[in-house]
């Protein structure tokens, strides 16, 4: 999963370089944590959630497969 939001997060934000993706076991889950750059924040989460809502989707459907739940959270690099 961690690879996916990495994929897409990059092809969307104008400094990829500074795209972090961490993740983290949790019981039966997976947490996914998207950490990018403070102006590309608005590019990720885009239009009233609408990009971040299709990243989680995407992530949704290709987790379906393994029976785990992944959650996604997206953060500035400076934590906020």
Do not use: C
């Not at 939001?5 to 961490?22: M, N």
């Amino acid at each position: 999963m961690k690879e996916l939001v990495e994929v897409i997060a990059k092809a969307l934000v104008e400094h990829p370089e500074e795209v972090v993706v961490t993740q983290k076991q949790e019981g039966r889950g997976i947490r996914v944590i998207l950490q990018v750059a403070p102006s590309d924040m608005g590019k990720v989460i885009g239009k009233q959630g609408r990009i971040a809502k299709s990243i989680r989707a995407v992530v949704k459907a290709a987790s379906t497969r393994d029976n785990i739940r992944v959650d996604v959270d997206i953060t500035d690099k400076t934590g906020a």
